[in-house]
C-alpha cells in the first residue's frame, strides 16, 4: 500500500485556511529560477515559458493536462486572454478547489476543470487548439497514451508543450529511485532522458519537435524553497531565493531529484500535430 502525500495534498494540509482565499496562489510547480527571486514569481515564470512556447493567443482553446488547482490556468486566462481553457485532473478535490474558484472570479464560462484522465481523455478528435502538460506528464500511465490522446484531440496545426522532469542521459537508476519513484505514483515507464523523450513524442505524430533541458534554472532555486521549509517550516511564498552564477553553473540542488526520483533533468518539450 502506498503512503504517499501528493504536493496538492500538502499545499491543503499546510494551508487550508487560506484555500478559499482568491488571492492566495495555489502554485505547484518548481519554477524558473532564471530571474526570480520568489516561489511565486518562479512558478509564474515557468508558466509563461510554456505559455509562450505553445504560442497561447485569444483565438485559442486550450486544454491544461494535470491542471493542478487551476492557478495556472487562471494566469493563463488574466495574460494571455485564450477564448477557452479546459484542465484534467484526477484529484476530485484539486478539481473542486479549481472550479470553485474559477465560479468565484466570475469566470466558469471560459475556465473549466474536469475529473478525468490525461491518458483517456473525454474529448471528440480535434477539440483543442494547444495542449500545455505543466510538470504533470511524469505522472500520467503512461506519457506515450497521453502524447496519443493530445495528438488526437488537437486540431491539425496545434500545438503541444510539457515542462517535465527526467533523467540525465548518464544517470544510472537505483532500487531507491524505484521504490521512491513508485510511492510518488511515478510510473517506470515514463523514466528515459531527453533524446529518447524526442523520439517518443514523434512517435505520437508530432512534428518540429524539440526539446531543451533547463535544469540550471530551475533545481538551484527549488531546491533552497525545500531546504528552507524542511528546517524551518516556512511557506514558500515567504523565501526570498538568491541563484549564484556558481551554483546555476553546476546546477546546485539536482542531487535532491537525482538521489531520491533518479529524474535530475528538467526540460520544455514542444511538438506540432
Not at 487562471?74 to 474559477?102: C, F, M, S
Not at 503512461?142 to 488537437?154: G, I, N, P
Request: glycine share 6%.
Amino acid at each position: 500500500m502506498r503512503d504517499y502525500k501528493s504536493p496538492g495534498q500538502y499545499i491543503l494540509d499546510q494551508y487550508a485556511p487560506r484555500i478559499d482565499d482568491l488571492s492566495f496562489p495555489l502554485w505547484m510547480n518548481l519554477g524558473l529560477w532564471q530571474e526570480a527571486e520568489t516561489y511565486a514569481d518562479a512558478c509564474r515564470a515557468l508558466a509563461d515559458l510554456v505559455a509562450q512556447r505553445v504560442g497561447l493567443g485569444p483565438e485559442d482553446e486550450l486544454l491544461d493536462a494535470g491542471c493542478g488547482f487551476g492557478h495556472p490556468a487562471r494566469h493563463w486566462l488574466e495574460t494571455y486572454r485564450p477564448k477557452r481553457i479546459v484542465g484534467l485532473n484526477i484529484d476530485p478535490e484539486q478539481v473542486r478547489i479549481a472550479n470553485a474558484r474559477a465560479a468565484a472570479l466570475g469566470v466558469a464560462d471560459r475556465m473549466q476543470f474536469l475529473l478525468a484522465s490525461a491518458t483517456r481523455m473525454p474529448f471528440p478528435d480535434q477539440s483543442f487548439d494547444k495542449v500545455i502538460a505543466l510538470e504533470s506528464a511524469f505522472y500520467f500511465d503512461t506519457r506515450e497514451d497521453f502524447l496519443r490522446e493530445a495528438f488526437r484531440v488537437l486540431r491539425p496545426g496545434g500545438r503541444i508543450v510539457l515542462a517535465d522532469m527526467l533523467p540525465t542521459a548518464t544517470w544510472k537508476t537505483t532500487e531507491r529511485n524505484k521504490s521512491v519513484r513508485w510511492y510518488s505514483m511515478k510510473p517506470e515507464e515514463n523514466v528515459y532522458p531527453l533524446a529518447e523523450y524526442l523520439e517518443r513524442i514523434r512517435a505520437a505524430g508530432f512534428v518540429d519537435v524539440r526539446g531543451e533541458s533547463i535544469r540550471q534554472h530551475v533545481f538551484p532555486g527549488i531546491s533552497q524553497v525545500v531546504d528552507a521549509i524542511r528546517l524551518e517550516n516556512r511557506y514558500a511564498g515567504d523565501l526570498v531565493v538568491k541563484v549564484s552564477p556558481e551554483e546555476r553553473a553546476r546546477c546546485a540542488g539536482a542531487d535532491l531529484w537525482e538521489n531520491d526520483l533518479g529524474l535530475g533533468d528538467f526540460a520544455i518539450f514542444e511538438g506540432t500535430r
